[in-house]
């Protein structure tokens, strides 16, 4: 299914099928049941960076669990640090009570703060009795650097971004390529931003969904690899080079039906960095390479009047996690596969040109590998 932004294909529309398990009815993270995903898109300006005034190149991505109140009804989570050159707010509460509350949203780094200021002010006009009965929302946010097409400077991302950004959030296809969270971003220096996959376990397995969302800004070109192809190798004279201070960061967000436990979702979490590998990363010094993983069938009430918290038994089957394990892997391989092949070329500040990835070369250097597309 093609889905989202503009006319261009997704991998899978092209005849690149990564991995052996199949995807979900949209290949996306929504595949999961509940879970939607909203963006807000900031495009203006264009010509020389004016710090504080633009041009504008940025946006931010919302990840919505599950359709009922975020903060009272808050699902298991963890957050694994690949390279902690980044920024996930309130880690340390996640990793202390193993659950996660609110949506999760997804910028640039400097608008973080800004961002997570209005998912409490959104948290807040959904309840009188935060801050006054009962403790506040902790936001979940994670960012990757566009200052490279986008005036960072300006922080702009704003409120209504951010509400904007919940409030579209929607099951089914996601839009996928340059738009929100992702707008601004590169990947393997190509235009990238925001991917997502699916993979669906067998019966036999438990017929769980895992879902993947990649926010991608990270990569060289040479090592670029489409399902074990070296495509980067032969597109490097493609154009013209660009020179970024970072190695650039990535934040994936795994979701899952599966009923497993904090602990088990790290393990999750850690087969995000074998999927990234797949794609030709090693990770960089200066990157900020996160996991965001949640299950969507272990929701904890904020109050609870039982002695005894009543959840779902984890999964324990060693079979069914491995299925799990390589779920993750394909859907994250796919999600940044994705997240390329959807940008399309941008040109943000001091007249900068990120291209899009050249599908009709890419596909020419897959079948002189001897890639199997018909």
Not at 289 to 311: G, K, V
Request: glycine content about 12%.
């Amino acid at each position: 299914m093609n889905n989202g932004f503009g006319n261009r294909p997704r991998a899978r529309d092209l005849g690149i099928v990564i991995g052996v398990l199949p995807p979900g009815a949209y290949n996306a993270i929504t595949d999961v049941p509940g879970v939607r995903v909203g963006h807000s898109t900031i495009i203006q300006g264009n010509g020389a960076l004016m710090p504080s005034q633009g041009p504008i190149r940025t946006g931010v991505t919302a990840i919505i669990p599950h359709p009922g109140d975020l903060f009272l009804e808050k699902i298991t989570g963890a957050v694994v640090r690949i390279n902690g050159f980044g920024e996930v707010t309130n880690t340390q509460q996640i990793d202390e009570m193993g659950v996660m509350e609110g949506p999760i949203m997804l910028t640039n780094t400097m608008n973080v703060p800004r961002v997570a200021d209005a998912v409490i002010d959104w948290a807040f006009e959904h309840s009188n009795d935060m801050s006054v009965t009962t403790w506040g929302i902790s936001p979940i946010v994670a960012e990757t650097s566009d200052s490279y097409l986008n005036d960072a400077r300006g922080r702009h991302v704003r409120r209504e971004h951010v509400f904007e950004a919940i409030a579209s959030a929607r099951d089914g296809i996601v839009t996928e390529g340059a738009v929100g969270g992702g707008t601004g971003m590169i990947c393997y220096d190509f235009k990238g931003g925001i991917g997502t996959a699916s993979r669906v376990l067998p019966p036999d397995a438990g017929g769980f969904v895992v879902g993947a969302l990649a926010q991608t800004n990270f990569g060289s070109r040479a090592k670029l690899r489409i399902d074990g192809v070296p495509v980067g190798r032969a597109l490097t004279d493609y154009d013209e080079r660009i020179q970024r201070e970072s190695q650039g960061s990535v934040i994936v967000v795994i979701a899952t039906d599966a009923p497993m436990s904090s602990r088990q979702l790290k393990r999750l979490g850690m087969r995000v960095t074998f999927g990234l590998a797949r794609t030709g990363t090693q990770g960089g010094n200066t990157s900020g390479d996160f996991a965001i993983c949640f299950s969507t069938t272990r929701n904890r009430p904020h109050h609870s009047t039982m002695p005894t918290l009543q959840l779902p038994q984890v999964v324990e089957d060693s079979a069914v996690i491995n299925k799990l394990f390589e779920a993750v892997v394909e859907a994250t391989e796919e999600a940044v596969l994705n997240s390329l092949f959807k940008a399309e070329t941008m040109r943000g500040r001091d007249n900068r040109i990120i291209h899009a990835l050249p599908i009709q070369e890419t596909m020419e250097i897959m079948k002189r590998h001897g890639y199997p597309i018909k």
